[in-house]
Structure formats: structure tokens, C-alpha cells
């Protein structure tokens, strides 16, 4: 009688088999997790914030005009400044770890343009810096930006843990029809839960720093 032996399984087939447990549903946790590395459900990894830079965030002292970072900005949640115009814009977040882990007393810069697309370049307006609490939390208050030749609708961001280098980034608001023509926007910086209560808008972002 003729036996038929199995051949070893390819890696490739070894890979399909996995593929299709997966899409099963069958395949176990790494033994790592059944002994007891719960951590690996409850702080998933998250993608780090990216950088996201241009000309606002360059400040070459050759330059004098344009919309530069300015530092030293005030120490302040509120970055509204007093009879500005523009839809207020409640912005909360945290700022975690790409482990899931809060970071307290991270340094957080916001400056952004009026909503009429200006930036303050002399003062202070639209500037300001905060720090997390002990969950890692922030909230800012302010309006939605505005637009300005070339660019979408955004709000620059510098993210500094302790002791950390600084993310430099830019966040950005859904439903704007100039994101798709705007090349510095990114949809991984789209603020989250964009969302109008009464006249006001509300919005959530969590910087994740790689640390
Ligand atoms: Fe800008």
C-alpha cells in the first residue's frame, strides 16, 4: 500500500495556516501574556505624535516676517485673548507615553493664528504654555483658527516630557476643505470628538511622545 508522507510545512504555508487562524479568531496569546504580562492588553502601544513642521516653525533670525514661534509665551490655558472674534474652541487631551502611560507635568506650547489667518508676532496673543496635571491631562481654550494663504486650519504645538526632547507638531480640524490641498497636514494629527456645543466648538487630542 502506498503511504503518503506529509511534507514539512513552508514557511510560507506556515504563515497562511497563521493568517487564516487569525482571520479565525483561533490564534493563542504569546505564553508571555498567559503568564501573566497583562500589560500587554491594558497599555497597548500607541503610534508616537508625529513631528510636523514648516516655515511658522523655523525661527531663522535672518527672517522678519512671517508667523514664527515665539518663546518664552505666558503660562496660561487660556490663550483667548480679551473681545477676540472667532468660534471658542474648548481643546482637552492628554499627553501619554507610546506604552499608554499618562506623562504629568509635560510642558505643552500652543500658538496658533486669530481666526482671521493672523499670527501676533510682537506679543503674546494666541500664545501660551501649560503643563499636565498628574493624570497628564490639559485642557486649552481659545478659538478655531483661521485661515491664511497656503495653509489649512491648524494650531502648532511644542510637547516636552521632563528631561525629554521637544515634539514640534501641528494639529488639524476636520471637515476643512483646504486639509486636502494643504501638504504639511496630516490626518494622523486631526484633533478627535470635533463637536459643536451650542455655539462653541469642542474638540480632544492625546500627544503620544516616545519616551
Ligand atoms: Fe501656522
Redesign the pocket.
Known amino acids: 500500500m502506498l503511504v503518503r508522507q506529509a511534507s514539512p510545512m513552508t514557511d510560507l504555508e506556515t504563515q497562511l495556516t497563521r493568517r487564516r487562524l487569525l482571520e479565525l479568531g483561533l490564534v493563542l496569546p504569546p505564553l508571555a501574556v498567559i503568564a501573566g504580562r497583562t500589560d500587554l492588553f491594558s497599555s497597548p502601544a500607541l503610534a508616537a505624535t508625529p513631528a510636523v513642521l514648516?516655515a511658522?516653525d523655523d525661527p531663522t533670525p535672518e527672517l522678519t516676517e512671517g508667523?514664527y514661534f515665539t518663546p518664552n509665551s505666558p503660562k496660561r490655558k487660556s490663550i483667548l485673548p480679551s473681545g477676540a472674534v472667532g468660534t471658542r474652541l474648548t481643546l482637552t487631551g492628554r499627553v501619554l507615553t507610546t506604552g499608554g502611560k499618562p506623562i504629568p507635568n509635560a510642558l505643552i506650547d500652543f500658538w496658533q493664528?486669530d481666526a482671521r489667518g493672523a499670527y501676533d508676532n510682537s506679543g503674546y496673543r494666541f500664545r501660551g504654555h501649560q503643563f499636565t496635571n498628574a493624570k497628564g491631562q490639559y485642557s486649552l481654550l481659545t478659538v478655531v483658527p483661521g485661515l491664511y494663504p497656503g495653509?489649512t486650519r491648524?494650531i502648532?504645538v511644542k510637547v516636552q516630557a521632563p528631561h525629554e526632547p521637544v515634539l514640534t507638531t501641528q494639529l488639524f480640524f476636520p471637515g476643512v476643505a483646504r486639509n486636502g490641498s494643504d501638504g504639511i497636514y496630516t490626518s494622523e494629527c486631526l484633533v478627535k470628538r470635533w463637536r459643536l456645543v451650542q455655539d462653541r466648538r469642542a474638540a480632544a487630542f492625546d500627544f503620544v511622545l516616545d519616551v
Open positions: 514648516d511658522d508667523p493664528a495653509r491648524h502648532h
